[in-house]
């Protein structure tokens, strides 16, 4: 909704989003399936990539890290996202690997590709159900009742076929 009289945009819910991970591993580019469902193969910037081990190890070796050293909330959630599963034949990390992972961690789960679209209006969405579920993620203000605030469709609880731990 625009606000006329200041030309500024006003917004149900505004959140905190901190995508991590090795270069090259589709960060950009599911952030710019999700806001404008366009696709481009982007410059690599620096959240795992299923084809390339080393994004999945790192994981746990650097990006853990950053993620205690930025988090601005105790309560955050956190949310493994493997990328890039429509090179499925060039699949270097099980699903499993990636489930077994987030268990250990804390963090919801879920397997998209940005470039075909798969789960990645799910991905946001079980975040940012989460999210709201979270009383102590709300900034001031932002209470009240869940409003339906994806684009294309209500959210689905559950939508999410990479699992959820």
Do not use: H
């Not at 699903?95 to 679209?117: M, N, Q, V």
């Amino acid at each position: 909704m625009m606000d006329s009289s200041s030309g500024q945009q006003e917004f149900d819910y505004m959140f905190k989003l901190l995508m991590i991970g090795d270069s090259g591993v589709g960060k950009s580019s599911l952030l710019l399936r999700f806001t404008s469902d366009d696709f481009e193969d982007l410059s690599p910037t620096i959240v795992y990539d299923v084809t390339r081990r080393e994004t999945f190890t790192n994981l746990s070796e650097v990006w853990a890290k950053e993620i205690d050293l930025y988090s601005t909330n105790q309560d955050c959630m956190k949310m493994l996202v493997g990328n890039k599963v429509d090179k499925e034949e060039n699949r270097a990390v099980t699903k499993k690997e990636g489930i077994d992972f987030a268990r250990e961690y804390g963090c919801l789960f879920i397997e998209c590709s940005a470039k075909t679209r798969v789960n990645v209006q799910q991905c946001f969405e079980e975040l940012v159900l989460k999210i709201l579920d979270t009383p102590s993620l709300l900034a001031e203000g932002t209470k009240g009742l869940k409003k339906n605030i994806f684009k294309d469709k209500p959210p689905q609880s559950g939508a999410s076929t990479g699992g959820c731990c």
